[in-house]
């Protein structure tokens, strides 16, 4: 056999093998899930300038998906600034954690066959599959939900400490119960002045919105405490101890960051007929979304995902306080390190809101100060506070940080400068003064 | 040039165009949505006999996903049918449609990866994508609610025509407001008889539990009705004519056969406060899904998803009118056929539920009569009717209905063997009747 003989029978050899390969592939990739997979890459793949995104239900122009900017960004791909634009700061929409996700893309995509769960039941005819209530437990959120089971004969009496969140009141109030009534602040019944029948306290810790860590103030058999823990991940706050009270409420949304995984209404039968009657469960393809979501957060003990999210959060807690710091008319919250339990270290605060007051006398209107240099955050009235207070959200993204850091800083140099000019005014008026006096 | 050497370059030309291009499927394979793509095939491809399946977030058992078994099978394939097993046709599960999306799985699959819309709103401060809502549209879902802005000075009293749906009791009930309470059937209040007040008259077409088409019994300006048209879909009902009434409800879960996939909630500002309040919207997740979906159930003016869904109910429907018609001590509802504007043809009866009525005199509760062939459906006094009514589900799997259907002949044949048993004895007493006459 000649050596050229030899080549080409190697030669065919591997054309075969490989013909046989690409032929496999080709198979593979005529399942059904290759149109949907190629859908979700081309729109993944598809240019928005690190200020916008392009998504599988966006706005379709000339048969392509177009990007959706962020707020204060325009043009076809997010890449011009907009510079009139309002630092919007009003919402707590967690959306600092998206990094995360972008970078963990393999580990936290999930494939949704048209025929997954039909099904209104599992077939052990719960809403919940037990793979997602196995890991929302390992992720330690233990649901529960507030349990009178039969209407009482006097209405319960739902207060909050001020500052507290406002969805308490619209909550309570929307659904114009017989049972509950919204009474306000908590310090109102506290000192045995008119504070008779059913009190349900509730206690957000760390607070939202001023991040500080809270404990139940009312106490005996006739008050029942919730504890809305929404905030309480090491993201936020430094984990003291293991929470461990009698009624928690947890949110995955704020563990996550994914605004819809809210799962604030799970194990107690009653909170099972409210779902059955508003929506039969968590639909199914967010279960399935959830448990993904759950597996990554809590990969290695999360560390990686609160070690991104406490890393993250301080930095920001950081340039804003050394920003505030050199004024004098505002002023934010003050939060102590602690020992977090979870980090095993002393740790700085990281809270989701800065509780922002305007100092001056005059400034009794703080939001509307803001909204002099286009910032805009939410009142401290709607949290039964003064308006001289203002609530801003530092959790949405880089781009809505770093705007509202940057306006921020425009009004405290306007302090500064007029604090120049005012010195300047007063030296001339004493000048004046002087003047006169001596005139 | 030899013609060894021609071949040679030849192959190796293919050679180098072969690795190319499996080297090029290669890199594509490692992106990001491989292994969600891998593990949705892989759980796909797993056999349960036609009586199961494996879902993504099944049981896992030895680290593979395991079978969840239709009702009345077992085994670790499904294969083994379990004799003793409950025929339950209690709840309106309506999958029917399964195979439908099983043939459809290309079209109807969607890829989340885990950024998907994390934030809370759209970037035009909406709960839905524009995109689902045109889709919406398109479907003919005008949804609409219920739109008493304010508290009223009288609570307005919720009635509906017997047999009637009765989560709508439920609802109205759990929320205990002061502004609603539920008053029972409709006919109570026809007749000008202590009938002062606000109505909200509840009307079903066709009605769940019996498959009529209904119209509004109450008239005037203290009346206003809500018609809620889950089944008023070509699966369930010839379409008379368009549904163009003032308050609408549709769900689109009787539409596609997906349980989760309800969105009686949508348009109206009071019912976005409460979406607003009690989940925020729905899942963005589930907003893709249902876009998808809907994209292939409209798809050839939605021809195909109706004319499946229609000749699996019809066939249903006729099986069981069959065996019925053995019956007299059993019958189900009539139905006429009619013109359908939908189909531009005259069309059977093709009901979601059967209205069983136990004739007999004796058979008081007719759900106890069907216990004993181990059939389960929902008791007629649940809808507000005699307990001689029972409602049977005709929308489950194909394994529900088909031991449904055998279940329900031996309860035939039972009748007409003791039909036969029955005139022996009569025989027999008359037999010895006259002996003891004569005797």
Chains 1, 2 share one sequence.
């Not at 050596?3 to 005529?30: A, K, M, P």
């Not at 504070?195 to 306290?201: P, Q, V």
């Not at 929470?243 to 209404?265: C, P, Q, R, V």
């Not at 286009?374 to 203002?390: D, K, M, P, Q």
Request: overall charge negative.
């Amino acid at each position: 056999m000649s050596r050229n003989t030899i080549f080409l029978t190697c030669s065919i050899v591997l054309n075969l093998l490989l013909f046989h390969s690409w032929y496999f592939h080709g198979e593979w990739e005529q399942s059904w899930t290759k149109s949907a997979t190629a859908e979700a890459e081309f729109v993944a793949s598809i240019s928005c300038s690190g200020h916008g995104r392009a998504f599988l239900d966006g706005s379709i122009v000339d048969g392509k998906p177009v990007c959706e900017c962020n707020a204060c960004y325009g043009g076809s791909h997010c890449s011009v600034f907009l510079p009139e634009c309002i630092a919007d700061a009003d919402s707590g929409d967690p959306m600092f954690l998206e990094p995360f996700w972008l970078k963990h893309a393999a580990s936290s995509t999930i494939v949704v066959p048209g025929w997954h769960r039909m099904s209104y039941e599992f077939n052990d005819d719960s809403l919940i599959s037990k793979e997602l209530d196995a890991q929302i437990r390992e992720t330690s959120c233990t649901v529960q939900a507030l349990s009178t089971t039969n209407h009482p004969s006097s209405p319960s009496r739902v207060v909050a400490s001020t500052p507290y969140y406002p969805i308490y009141k619209e909550q309570t109030e929307f659904f114009n119960s017989e049972d509950y009534k919204f009474e306000g602040d908590t310090s109102l019944c506290n000192n045995n002045n008119g504070c008779k029948g059913n009190f349900i306290e509730l206690v957000t810790s760390p607070n939202n919105p001023d991040g500080q860590l809270k404990k139940a103030v009312l106490q005996g058999p006739s008050a029942k405490t919730i504890h809305d823990f929404a905030y309480y991940w090491p993201h936020y706050t430094p984990i003291p101890a293991l929470a461990d009270e009698n009624l928690m409420i947890f949110t995955l949304s704020k563990l996550t960051g994914h605004g819809e995984a809210d799962l604030d209404e799970a194990v107690h039968q009653r909170m099972l007929t409210y779902m059955n009657l508003s929506t039969y469960g968590v639909a199914r393809e967010t279960q399935l979304r959830v448990l993904k979501l759950l597996k990554v957060a809590v990969e290695n003990e999360g560390k990686e995902m609160f070690n991104f999210g406490y890393q993250t959060m301080r930095n920001r807690w950081r340039k804003l306080s050394k920003t505030m710091s050199l004024s004098k008319w505002f002023s934010i919250q003050e939060l102590e390190t602690q020992f977090c339990s979870f980090s095993e270290r002393v740790r700085g605060a990281t809270p989701a809101y800065a509780w922002l007051k305007c100092e001056r006398e005059e400034d009794k209107d703080c939001n509307a100060v803001l909204h002099s240099v286009n910032i805009t955050g939410r009142h401290g009235s709607l949290f039964g506070a003064e308006s001289r207070f203002v609530r801003l959200s530092l959790v949405k993204s880089d781009d809505d940080f770093d705007l509202l850091l940057k306006r921020m800083g425009t009004l405290v140099s306007q302090e500064n400068n007029n604090d120049g000019i005012n010195k300047i005014m007063t030296h001339t008026n004493e000048f004046i003064g002087t003047d006169k006096c001596t005139g």
